[in-house]
């Protein structure tokens, strides 16, 4: 099944990254037997369901992490091109000199 839409897409594959490295650390903390917890899972009853409560949680939180760090780094137009192929990013105010007057300088990063 091939996922069409971009978007949908680009969450997908950072879904799937942020789960992994979930997985991984959940696996990594039972494995490593970190504070007990994979001691105190094989003597809970089912052995299977608290190593699995522990790396799906990891999963579903860094899934979700991922997922939002992602769309907020996404780039977006901000509305600020003036067509010059240089974007105004940051407006600098220095200081007032003896004059009393403030002028406005501008930091231009090119694209």
Not at 32 to 46: C, I, N, Q, R
Not at 81 to 88: A, E, F, L, V
């Amino acid at each position: 099944m091939r996922i069409k839409s971009p978007m949908l897409r680009f969450l997908f594959g950072h879904g799937i990254i942020g789960g992994g490295a979930g997985i991984a650390i959940g696996a990594g903390l039972l494995f490593f037997d970190v504070a007990g917890l994979a001691t105190l899972s094989m003597k809970s009853e089912p052995v299977w369901l608290g190593p699995f409560l522990l790396c799906f949680s990891f999963f579903a939180s860094f899934s979700a992490l991922a997922m939002g760090a992602a769309v907020m780094s996404f780039g977006g137009d901000d509305g600020d091109d003036d067509g010059d192929d240089t974007t105004t990013r940051h407006r600098l105010v220095p200081a007032p000199d003896l004059s009393g007057e403030v002028a406005e300088a501008k930091l231009r990063i090119s694209k």
